[in-house]
């Protein structure tokens, strides 16, 4: 009899014996110390270097969760996802190799965004590393510039203190992603269990509270101007300051401007919330940072989608910066007065410190310059279907509930201007790396971490292509996203870039697709599109209705543009103007 009919056989009888009591190993340590750090989900793809601890994975659930991702870049932006949405550190693991490699991007990302997360790569063996084995990189080496710090563990002994470490530091000061490696034979060593690590790093305390002294200085400020913005960042929804952003706004009566990130830090609907600003803001926005005589940022770094041309953004104004990375003050903008302390204690204290003031005219001159938003009205007579008018369908469908991930791009621009953010955290998207593919991932993690909160990811026909695999993962693990895809046929924005400054050259960007529909339903997800405006609204409310992951298609209008728009090398006041309201 051949072997190939014995071996099922064999592998019958195996299974079917009583397990001995399996010894502890550095692949337990290392799931205990997880799950004393509140870890419930961990998103990855199994390999050689981490068959080990995959072996002891399944005792743990369902307290500890994994979900099987296409591909690890993936896993890294799903894990992101997850802490953005919930506040809490983020979880991915991989194998060595192509695996670790993998992840490269989407730490990246979360070094950027300020995400926390631990990525978790799997190692050749210690006698094999530095002898190129199979799958071996140096992915320390790869990652320094990109983390906030990484470890490798050598002796099964320190797992319980290197995972302790790593998840203080990824969520502690500044967030930021934090690298384990754990080479093979550290994963099955034998150890004993341990109660837990008490965390000593003396060298690494980041600043909270903020120096007294600045912050009535900041007061006082703030007191004199007759013009002042708050700039609001990513940081005020990482500290959880948005309580003490409303605060201060209503005390002193100041008008709130946002980043990308911070959208969502005071409810779009507060009378003194003004809307987004930079590269894509709101033109009414970037004209009254522009003739501010203050402007308070809080939890932003100033990056140039933000500022514009330097030299000249907010050049009347005396600026305070607030944040917990001294790094990031005075890097890009001067500043009047620095404050280095988290965002909810100092804003805490600022607000005891400012004095009541009424504003009422300088944000009714402000109000004067809005354009009204997009209406989600649609009539079979429009050319086509408005990108503008979508966001404004979804955003009226949610009540401004929902959380919204995006890809990058038009897309993203347009559910930046038109969306509704009533609270931290239901905006997510990539910023400083700036990662197509990133949408569908990201709202993948986030549904995870919030199960009961509808969650849609609005990407384009080109960023979507990238991860559309994971809709495999979504439909096997039954995570209800909502997928909205804005068709054009282009790679938007690059295309928008070229007709504006390159001519209208548009150079390998006309992309094809799928059948959308079909790819959905050949993963045993409904799939709905809209080709004409009168269809948006049915499928929006056909898609809401389905207790599960749904995709939609628009089939927008292919050579809609992001307006305002600031060329590159321009100031914001440049901005190029358009009127989203005349596409209705």
Known sequence: MSSATI?????????????????????HALCDALIREGVDVIFGYPGGAVIPLYDVLPSYE?????????????????????ARATGKVGVCLATSGPGATNFVTAIADAMLDSTPLVAITGQVGLPMIGKDAFQEVDIIGVTLPITKHSFQIERVEDVPRVVAEAFHLARSG???????????????????????????????????????????AAAKLIARAQKPVVMAGHGISISGA?????????????????????????????????????????????????????????????????????????????????????????????????????????????VEEVKPADRAEWRGRIESWRIAPPTPNFSADEPGISPFKVIAALRAATSGEA???????????????????????????????GTMGFGLPAAMGAQVGCPDTEVWAICGDGGVQMSSAELSTIATERIPVKLAIFNNGFLGMVRQWQQLFHGGNYAHTPIGAPDFVKLADAYGIPGLRAERPEEVWAVINQARAIDGPVVVEFRINPEENVYPMVAPGAANSQMIEADPAAAE
Not at 179 to 207: C, F, N, Q
């Open 174 to 216: 500044r967030p930021g992603p934090v690298l384990i490696d754990l080479p093979k034979t550290t994963i099955i060593a034998p150890t004993t269990p341990s109660k837990g690590h008490t965390v000593e790093m003396p060298g690494y305390r980041p600043t909270m509270n903020g120096n007294g002294g600045q912050i009535k």
């Open 242 to 350: 948005g309580a003490e952003l409303r605060a201060l706004a209503e005390k002193a009566d100041l008008p709130v401007a946002f980043t990308l990130h911070g959208l969502g830090t005071l409810p779009d609907s507060h009378p003194n919330a003004i809307g987004f600003m930079g590269m894509h803001g709101h033109a009414h926005v970037n004209r009254a940072i522009d003739e501010c005589d203050l402007l308070i940022t809080v939890g932003a770094r100033f990056d140039d989608r933000a500022t514009g041309r330097v030299d000249m953004f907010a050049p009347n104004a005396t600026v305070i910066h607030i944040d917990i990375d001294p790094a990031e003050i005075g890097k890009n903008i001067r500043v009047d007065v620095p404050v280095v302390g988290d965002a909810k204690r100092v804003l805490a204290r600022l």
């Open 7 to 27: 071996a099922p056989a064999a592998s019958v009888a195996a299974a079917t014996e009583t397990p001995a009591k399996r010894p502890y190993l550095g692949a």
């Open 62 to 82: 369902p307290q500890l969760r994994h979900i099987l991702v296409r591909h690890e870049q993936w896993a890294g932006h799903a894990a992101e996802g997850y």
């Open 403 to 433: 959380i919204f991930t995006s890809d990058v791009g038009q897309h993203q621009m347009w559910a930046a201007q038109w969306g509704s953010y009533e609270a931290p955290n239901r905006w997510i998207s990539s910023g400083g790396a």
